[in-house]
């Protein structure tokens, strides 16, 4: 009986042990993530990437309830079709840039390329667009501490590599958030790969990510699952990575969104990367060309509108709230023209008035000698 009960007891010690040496596996799982990115982020002080997107677009997947109401239809696109993008993503410390050409859908409802230009210099952001969407040059100003784009997902298969815990508050990581919010439910292989798989798993609400990574190699990322309701709704899978001055560099990837089905998908091949190399800091700063409509949202009204104005080389013409409902881009910028125009006529014309009477007093001083 006693030999009975000391199996038993035994049974449940070893049972505790089991338990205790899984869960601190598991802790230290996590605790061996947050090392090899926070050295990741670590080791790669600067990097630039440009790479190529083939997008392909199912049809009617950008149609939502704005563009159903629109007068010229509601599928958008109105086929499948497929487009190229290009990007380039530069990052130095905080300082940051990034390019963009791909397609958008315009306020009337089509689709066209579209430029975009976003940098932070460590103070301020700036972004400019040329003539394409709005049919005149845009500029934003804003104080925030990193470009509005972060929060793209077609800047998630390098940001999540490089600076995972670097931009919480677009949705990227942070340490407490893996530590605590992250559990391991299995592993799996993807091309050869063995993987841990952690899912989100401290928030009672139903959206949630899943993280497949490589603890063979520094524990990159070779997938990132996220739900909503339980449902996928976005996947990236990291397809190819080349080893280049000690870091891991992802160079081949593929992104899915999911509704049922796919319902766009994006290929990306890097096509130049350089790693921890000198980025001169003009890198950084945008200039507005002359007829930039800029946004400024570092100054804002007491109902928290913010600045416009309308970049000249006479300086900048001022809008006011009134007009930004009651003139178009066209007829403030030709009034600005107009109202120039005149300014340096009477100037001339003072400046001429005041040659004659200098000369007049000359000769007049002269008659009187």
Known sequence: MKRSHLSGAIVLLALALFIHIGSAAEENVQGKV??????????????????KETQTFVKGSLTNSKTAKHPKGQVLPPETMEAVAHFVLCVDGEKMKEISDAMEVTQTMDMKRQEETAAFNGEINKSF?????????????????YITGLNVYNLRPVLVPFRPFRYQSWGYFSEADLLKNYATIRSAIIDAHRCIVLRETGMSRPNYKELWLDPEREYIPLRE?????????????????????????????KIQELNGGIMKSVRGTVVECTINQPIPAEEFEIEFPSGTWVIDRR?????????????KDSGKRMISAE?????????????QRF????????????????????VLYRRNRHVLD
């Open 225 to 253: 699952v996220m739900f909503a309701r339980g449902k996928p709704y976005l996947q990236i899978d990291w397809e190819e990575y080349r080893r280049e001055a000690l870091i891991w560099v992802p160079v081949a990837w």
């Open 34 to 51: 947050v090392a090899a990115w926070r050295a990741r982020e670590r080791d790669c002080a600067a990097f630039k990437i440009k790479w």
């Open 339 to 358: 109202t120039t125009r005149w300014t340096l006529a009477v100037a001339a014309s003072a400046a001429a008035l005041l040659v004659i009477a200098l």
């Open 129 to 145: 667009r040329p003539a394409q969407i709005q049919e005149y040059p845009q500029g934003f100003i804003g104080d925030e501490k």
């Open 323 to 335: 007009e930004l409902n009651s003139k178009t881009y066209q007829q403030l910028n030709a009034e």
């Open 299 to 311: 100054s804002k009204d007491r109902y928290g509108t913010p600045s416009h104005y309308i970049l």
